[in-house]
């Protein structure tokens, strides 16, 4: 049965950094492309980043483009975010998953929160 551990997150200023690791327990993310989420407050979920199952394709949204990076470890099923530059719209709880949303199944998540 897969598992996902999301942590790294914590309160920040805005201009600081922070780095989220996944921890995949299971055999279901080594040939999927995986992707963080996040949800802030009364907003709804959304991708931030995407990687290709070899980790040499990625996709950022525009509000995070040239501030985060997307990377993998799939040999140790890990994956993670590298937030520079934060500012308080990225607040909220951040998840790791498929890129296509088709697993049904979230782990609690990570919180990041960003002050101003």
């Known amino acids: 049965q897969v598992q996902l551990v999301e942590s790294g997150g914590g309160l920040v200023q805005t201009g600081g950094s922070l780095r989220l690791s996944c921890r995949a327990h299971?055999?279901?993310?080594?040939?999927?492309?995986l992707a963080w989420y996040r949800k802030g407050p009364g907003k709804e979920r959304e991708q931030v980043a995407t990687i290709s199952s070899a980790g040499g394709r990625k996709y950022y949204t525009n509000s995070v483009k040239g501030r985060f990076t997307i990377d993998r470890d799939n040999h140790k099923k890990f994956l993670y975010l590298q937030m520079n530059d934060l500012i308080p719209e990225d607040t909220g709880v951040y998840y790791c998953?498929?890129?296509?949303?088709?697993?049904?199944?979230w782990g609690q998540g990570t919180q990041v929160t960003v002050s101003s």
């Open positions: 299971g055999d279901v993310f080594s040939m999927e492309n």
């Open positions: 998953n498929l890129a296509d949303g088709r697993l049904g199944l």
